[in-house]
């Protein structure tokens, strides 16, 4: 009887919900590309499936970083509707750049399309328009 109860976690772990890109998040997500056009730098990261709302960009320290987090559950029921096995996993990754003190979150530009995540970066914060002086009227 032992045997079959290895057996049995075995196949268990063997199931396709456990084979995600989400177990080695290390390797098998947040493939980064990064490449420099003009004055941007463009940042392409790769994140098969996730979703747009599982995905979060924040600037804080000069530090941009990536996070996504999923979510995801499964159940099976038998014939009667009882539960048979019911499995759930949550999940998240992060990665970081230092793209400098200089800039602020609105100076970087994102999308999302296909499982890709595409930040434009700008190399220079953009800099602070002069304001003409503005005289005061003396009466």
Do not use: W
């Not at 109860?5 to 947040?30: G, H, L, T, V």
């Not at 709302?53 to 014939?79: C, F, N, R, V």
């Amino acid at each position: 009887m032992l045997l079959s109860n290895r057996s049995f976690f075995n196949d268990f772990f063997k199931d396709p919900f456990f084979e995600r890109p989400f177990d080695n998040a290390s390797s098998q997500i947040m493939k980064t590309d990064i490449h420099e056009k003009d004055n941007n730098y463009l940042v392409e990261m790769e994140l098969p499936g996730y979703n747009k709302e599982d995905i979060k960009a924040d600037l804080k320290d000069g530090y941009l970083t990536i996070t996504a987090t999923h979510e995801e559950s499964q159940e099976e029921k038998d014939e009667k509707g009882n539960c048979i096995r019911k499995e759930r996993y949550t999940g998240s990754c992060n990665r970081r750049f230092y793209v400098g003190d200089q800039l602020k979150q609105d100076d970087i530009k994102a999308s999302f399309k296909g499982g890709v995540l595409c930040l434009c970066v700008p190399k220079e914060a953009p800099k602070a328009i002069e304001e003409k002086p503005k005289y005061i009227t003396i009466d």
